[in-house]
């Protein structure tokens, strides 16, 4: 049973009427992100992400397995999800919602079934061994978007991950340790991103990145899977009051200018981890060389 109270009318009065004025609770524009930022772990794939009260954590890791029977040249990945009592009092341990089964089907097709990570490349040996790639997420505080920001993270996450170095000799699979190979990065094929609308007032008001309470008071939701390019992977628009069709149009567009905004700013994070782990590398190294 959900623990969480639900939105009393005179609060979800007060949010539409709001929105009618185009008044947000937090003063934010209709098409305006909260605050968005990412750092990383001492790992390379692990990744915490905060926007606005919305924060969690991704972890990427990478095992050697045996490919399906009928993908021989294909390395596995998957999406796993998992709303603890950390996240909400509403979510409890070791049980599943709805909201988890709906986010993972959203993360899943924005990302896994868009390719977006080259599977192919994770192959080691055909049909005996392959790279398999998890992406574990944990939500630590639970203020709505949750789609949106888990997204953005398993994508920087992947970017940012390096797997060991592996090769075959003799039939026999080799994988080296960090320590004795540069780790490879993954084969990522295009960055998508999912875009989440809420509408409100019978699709007249609509708002992006909604905050919890301006979820609950929500009529439906809009959610739009593109990439830098403006290829559009995902689309779907879930039960709730109608979209006009022109609307839709003019959403894709204001959701392709964000996710080049956000890919911009996870790249430039991402970039400037990466050349300090390198310079540590090097300073690591040169001390190592002086001690010999």
Known sequence: ????APLSNA???FILEA???DVRLDGRNPDQFRPLSVSFGDEYGHVKL????TSLVV???AEVTKPRDDRPFDGLFQINLELSAMGSPA??????NDLEAYVTHVLDSVVRRSNALDTESLCILKGVSCWSIRADVHVLDYDGNLTD?????IMTGLQHFRRPDAVVRDGQVIVYGVEERVPVAL??????????FNSYNDGKSIILDATRKEEQASEGELVIGINNGGDVCFLSKFSGAPVDAMEMVTKSTVALEKVKEINAQMEKAMQTDLAKRAKQGMADLSRAENDR
Not at 50 to 53: H, S
Not at 149 to 153: I, L, R, Y
Not at 188 to 195: A, D, E, F, M, V
């Open 11 to 13: 609060e979800r009065d």
């Open 149 to 153: 920001a888990a997204c953005v993270a």
């Open 1 to 4: 049973m959900s623990k969480e």
């Open 187 to 196: 084969n990522i094929t295009h960055k998508p991103l999912s875009i989440t």
């Open 91 to 96: 979510w409890e341990n070791g049980r599943s």
């Open 19 to 21: 929105l009618r004025e």
């Open 59 to 61: 972890r990427i890791s």
């Open 50 to 53: 905060q926007l606005g009260k």
